[in-house]
């Protein structure tokens, strides 16, 4: 039988804390202890009495608004607290939409009059009103947004409310690190906090609610261990208050986590003290949960006699109540048990009075539990036709409400994709030490040397540690600065082999053939009429002019190819492997593979220097004769990779060569932020080069568009 989706729904009693003074009394003490009050402290006590009384005596609240009238000559500042209280009004008598229009405008009004704690304790009250309408949400950033308010204002109370709250709500949403997060912050004030007599019992209450989350949220996460040690410490908070309600919540909370390790007779006992409590105390909610409760657990247990009674005692309190709901739900158990017992005909009586009642206020769930439980005795009966009629309205009950889940989740996915989460990160250390700090600073002269003393400890500490990071920091900078001088060194070493190559390439080659052709125009002026032999001299001028022009063209292509700034790093790097291989020395096969577009200038240029070296490499020291040269656009990064069949080499031997060559690429390499890796090995044949870009780096800012392949060889 399937009971436990009926009674887990119900085990589990969390709390969204509320900011009113539930247990502070307007008594005839207090008015009396008010006279010694500052204006601002009277003002602040009344106002957390009216919101306390707004729910349950108008008389007592409308005498708090005057004295709350006669403290503030400021009207909108009234008339925000004014709208607070009609908000608690409307709540506590069942008038949502009013409620959140009155908290609204009262949230406003606070903000404008820069009254950041009363605007706090407002946004709890809307946020609660939003947890108990299972609008997690707005709970949580309501929830967050008054945490701020509360820290900004150095508010302990607020503080407990707010973290227990946004933990709340994180665990509502199912991210249990968060809600473990904000439940011991909360509990970290709660610990350092000494509240003054009068807000002692309030105190009380909020520890033990946010104990209480604790022990929740360490349930549903699966540690009934740590759930339990919370859950008692709940407990005793609960019974220094002295409220049987609270302390019967208790005792249904560790009733579950009976439940939960299968310790079922446990459960109920634990659940027949939270029945005590709750009659004490004439809490016919509580009591109808329980009985209702531990009827379920009856059943499973196989004790159906005790099932009948807590059912009949669930119905006849559900009847005083007019909840149709526990009605169906107790008349179920009933039946339940009557069919164990094999009293078919009485089950089906109880079972029949439940569906009337689940179908009158069309709860389907309640619904689908009867019908299926009436399949089951069916099928134990042998009466299969019956149990087919059973088993198909179960069905077309689960597929109604799978459906409208389904809709319902659609729903609140685009309301969350919609809805712009604001989280702000609190230092909250900083915070805690403020709060300790005022603390303490109210104690005696001991303390008070202690802390003088701490406070030079921490002095002394984070002097050392600043001399420590100091140190740090000028190894770092002196490391950066060799490595900066390292890189400049490498690039003025390479512009000065650049410039002796130049004036090498300009003397040895331009300057001969420049040579050659002022002699050639010498001998034309000194020819006498030889036609011949001025026509030869000519065509050998012409010659010699093509020629220069080569040369030329040949020092422009190793100073900057006109192909890389014109097209392009592709095009720049085909022209250089034709000229490499009309030399017959190496042949070089290039592959392109989706890089179409052209690369920003700084990329190309370091890209086709970098290819320059190596092939320059290959044709000096590796014995190669073919070398593969790819270069392919990835989704988020660019690879340039160099094979050759040469001989391999010590890598290391390669690093610390005198030239300029590895520094010229690492300086490069690190112009772009490409990430270089070398597989070779001397000795052994063939050398594998890859170097990687991310093009999703914005330093980078690579724009590489997905083309076509393109080799060339």
């Known amino acids: 039988m399937r009971f436990c989706s009926v009674l887990l729904s119900l085990l589990l009693i969390g709390v969204l804390h509320v900011s009113h003074a539930q247990d502070v009394i307007f008594s005839d003490s207090l008015k009396e202890a008010l006279h010694s009050y500052s204006t601002e402290e009277k003002l602040d006590t009344y106002w957390l009495l009216a919101r306390a009384y707004a729910a349950v005596d108008s008389t007592v609240t409308e005498e708090l608004v005057g004295n709350i009238s006669s403290l503030t000559v400021d009207k909108e500042l009234l008339t925000a607290m004014i709208a607070a209280l009609d908000g608690n009004r409307y709540e506590s008598r069942g008038e949502k939409e009013l409620a959140i229009d009155n908290y609204k405008k009262a949230i406003q009004k606070l903000g404008e009059k820069e009254e950041w704690i009363k605007q706090g304790q407002v946004m709890l009250d809307l946020a609660t009103l939003y947890g108990k309408n299972n609008q997690y949400e707005q709970f949580k950033k309501l929830s967050i947004d008054a945490n701020n308010l509360f820290i900004a204002g150095k508010d302990s109370l607020g503080l407990i409310t707010s973290f227990s709250n946004v933990g709340r ?56 261990k740590t759930g339990m040690r919370f859950y008692n410490k709940a407990m005793e908070k609960k019974k220094q208050l002295g409220d049987p309600i609270e302390v019967g919540n208790m005792y249904i909370n560790i009733g579950g986590i009976m439940f939960s390790q299968n310790n079922l007779r446990a459960a109920r006992a634990y659940l027949d003290s939270a029945s005590q409590n709750y009659g004490e105390a004439g809490y016919k909610s509580g009591l109808l949960l329980c009985k209702s409760n531990s009827a379920a657990v009856s059943n499973v247990v196989g004790e159906y006699d005790r099932a009948i009674d807590y059912a009949r005692e669930g119905v006849m309190l559900a009847k005083e109540m007019a909840d149709k709901y526990n009605q169906s739900l107790n008349y179920f158990h009933i039946g339940t048990a009557y069919g164990h017992k094999g009293f078919h005909a009485l089950s089906q009586v109880y079972m029949d009075s439940s569906l009337v009642r689940a179908t009158e206020i069309k709860s389907r769930n309640m619904i689908a539990e009867i019908m299926n439980t009436q399949y089951e005795f069916a099928v134990q009966k042998g009466e299969f036709e019956r149990a087919l009629s059973f088993r198909n309205q179960y069905i077309a009950v689960k597929d109604s409400m799978f459906q409208e889940k389904k809709s ?48 030079l400890v921490i002095v002394g500490f984070n002097f050392l540690r600043y001399r420590a990071t100091q140190r740090a920091k000028s190894v770092l900078q002196e490391q950066k600065i060799r490595m900066r001088e390292a890189q400049i060194r490498a690039v003025i070493d390479s512009q000065e082999q650049e410039r002796k190559r130049f004036a090498t390439d300009l003397h040895d080659g331009m300057g001969q053939l420049i040579s050659a052709l002022q002699l050639n125009i010498q001998s034309m002026n000194q020819i006498n009429g030889d036609l011949n032999k001025r026509d030869e001299l000519y065509e050998n001028s012409t010659h010699l002019l093509k020629d220069v022009h080569k040369e030329i063209r040949n020092i422009a292509f190793n100073l900057m190819p006109q192909t890389l700034m014109k097209e392009g790093l592709v095009a720049a790097v085909e022209e250089l492997t034709k000229r490499i291989n009309n030399t017959n020395q190496l042949q070089v096969k290039l592959s392109v593979l989706d890089v179409e577009n052209r690369l920003p200038e700084v990329v190309e240029v370091s890209l ?18 073919h070398v593969y040269l790819g270069l392919t656009n990835h989704e988020e990064e660019l690879v340039l990779s160099i094979e050759d069949d040469g001989i391999g080499y010590d890598i290391e031997k390669f690093r610390n060569s005198q030239g300029n060559g590895w520094r010229n690429i690492n300086t490069r390499l690190n112009l772009i932020k490409g990430e270089l890796q070398i597989d070779t090995q001397e000795g052994k044949k063939g050398t ?3 170097i990687t870009i991310n093009t999703l780096d914005p330093t980078n800012t690579l724009s590489v568009k997905a083309g076509t392949d393109k080799s060339s060889s």
Do not use: C
Request: net charge negative; hydrophobic share 40%; charged share 20%.
């Open 169 to 224: 709500s994180h665990q509502l949403l199912g991210q249990f690190d968060s809600a473990i997060t904000y439940l011991y912050k909360s509990v970290a004030i709660i610990e350092s906090y000494q509240p003054k007599p009068l807000w002692a019992k309030v105190y009380l209450r909020l520890a033990g609610n946010t104990y209480n989350n604790l022990g929740i949220a360490y349930m549903e996460h699966g540690d009934d």
């Open 408 to 455: 319902k989740d659609i729903v609140e996915m685009e309301t969350q994709y919609k809805t712009r989460e604001k989280d702000q990160e609190i230092n909250f250390l900083n915070q805690l030490n403020e709060l300790k700090t005022a603390s303490l600073e109210r104690n005696t002269f001991l303390i008070v040397g202690l802390l003088i003393l701490l406070g």
């Open 608 to 625: 086709y220097r970098i290819i320059q070296e190596f092939l320059s490499n290959i044709m000096k020291y590796s014995q190669a004769t």
């Open 688 to 690: 594998s080069v890859l």
